[in-house]
């Protein structure tokens, strides 16, 4: 008997489950490479999208040209390591929200060595916050509003002197009490601040700035805004280039592994994706305080009297940085959001540094210094002060450089004369 012939899906069987897994497979990547091809040819303008606030502000390593170290993004703040600073700001680099100026402080303008006639600086050191983190542009930092309020107060004493405490005070006593009730007069100079903070920078950063670059500029006048960074633990890019000289593979693999990233950013359908999703809300600053955080605490007691000493002839303003804690209950949601997320182990930390560091306190170590405790400064602050633990928003770093321009004036205010003698 003549065998009939089998067909080919007789003969071969059903299909496997490997030809199911690579049809599967196929049929994705084709279906994702049709969709990127589509959505480059059409998309166009709509998949360009701009970075957050957050990515201009993420400190990013850098060479001193500016080119990134690690491929990564080309946005964000960039850094140089700097002997004998752990890092540095890049100078002249700018973005929508800030500007770094040739000698690496966020200013629009160089500032020369030399000091021109007249000219009075105000150099303001710290961290993050007195550099003006996640504010929406430079005018927007406590240094710029410090700047123009004292400019503006000069300008209003040379149109309007009757309206300041006069040169000398007058006989009677009645006009001497209404002449002292007037605001004080400062000098008349060019004032300028110089916003020198760096985020992520200790009072150990801060006092090797000092002795090795704020002083050779001149200054007349020194703000210190910090505190709260010396609580935190080591912050990886402090020793990112001991570890780079201990593991010479650590670069490599962190090198590839941010050229992958960048690569997948660029993709159209990640970009698709970013567009369509909700603005990511800003990176939550570190508050798991460091466990030997006494230790680190008393170090910075040591480098603020270094520091005092250092700055011995020039008046020099000390502030302890507000922080949420310290402001009680607030009424902002988003502000009860970041206190509910601070455990009690942080906020009795908190408490026993920041809280507890009274002028008093420090008046030993710092004889010739101003010092002021702005914990809890916004405390009766109406509207919404903090954007996370200790960064500001817009209204609250308007009110924390009015307190700081209020202590400024009464240190370098001009004491009105005596009267005159009663003629004879």
Same mark, same amino acid.
């Given at each position: 008997m003549r065998m009939r012939r089998r067909s080919y899906y007789y003969r071969s069987g059903p299909p496997t489950w490997r030809r199911l897994l690579l049809l599967v497979v196929g049929g994705s990547i084709a279906l994702f490479l049709g969709l990127e091809i589509l959505l *480059? #040819?059409?998309g166009g303008q709509f998949l360009q999208t701009n970075p957050s606030l957050a990515e201009y502000y993420q400190l990013r390593l850098a060479t001193s040209q500016g080119e990134p170290l690690l491929n990564s993004s080309t946005y964000g703040l960039k850094v140089k390591f700097s002997s004998p600073l752990p890092y540095t700001l890049v100078p002249n680099q700018s973005s929508p929200h800030w500007q770094i100026n040739p000698q690496g402080l966020r200013d629009k303008d160089p500032l020369p060595q030399a000091k021109p006639p007249n000219e009075f600086r105000i150099f303001l050191v710290g961290g993050s916050t007195a550099f003006g983190q996640y504010a929406p542009d430079n005018d927007s930092t406590i240094g710029e509003i410090l700047e123009r309020k004292l400019q503006a107060r000069v300008s209003q004493? *040379?149109?309007?002197?009757?309206?300041?405490q006069p040169p000398t005070l007058p006989f009677f006593a009645?006009?001497?009490e209404a002449a002292l009730a007037l605001p004080p007069r400062i000098p008349d100079r060019n004032y300028r601040v110089i916003n020198s903070a760096v985020p992520g920078y200790t009072s150990q950063e801060e006092l090797t700035l000092l002795a090795h670059e704020i002083l050779r500029l001149q200054?007349?006048?020194?703000i #210190? #805004?910090?505190?709260?960074?010396?609580l935190l633990p080591p912050q990886p890019l402090s020793s990112q280039l001991d570890l780079w000289l201990r593991k010479p593979g650590l670069h490599f693999r962190q090198s590839l592994g941010y050229r992958l990233q960048r690569l997948w950013n660029q993709l159209a359908i990640v970009r698709l994706f970013k567009k369509l999703s909700p603005p990511s809300p800003l990176p939550p600053t570190p508050y798991q305080l460091a466990p030997n955080w006494a230790e680190r605490w008393q170090r910075y007691r040591y480098n603020l009297k270094q520091m005092g000493k250092l700055a011995a002839g020039k008046p020099f303003l000390v502030i302890v940085q507000p922080e949420i804690t310290g402001s009680g209950k607030r009424s902002d949601p988003q502000e009860q959001r970041i206190l509910a997320q601070l455990d009690q182990n942080y906020q009795e930390t908190i408490k026993q540094s920041l809280g507890t560091l009274t002028p008093e306190s420090l008046k030993p170590d710092l004889p010739g210094a101003t010092l002021r405790n702005y914990y809890r400064i916004f405390s009766q602050f109406p509207q919404a002060a903090f954007v996370d633990p200790v960064h500001l928003t817009v209204a609250g770093t308007e009110f924390l450089a009015e307190q700081i321009l209020n202590d400024l004036i009464r240190t370098i205010q001009i004491v009105p004369n005596a009267p005159p003698e009663a003629p004879q």
């Open positions: *480059r #040819l059409v004493q *040379r149109q309007s002197p009757q309206k300041f009645e006009q001497v200054p007349d006048y020194i #210190l #805004l910090d505190g709260y960074a010396d």
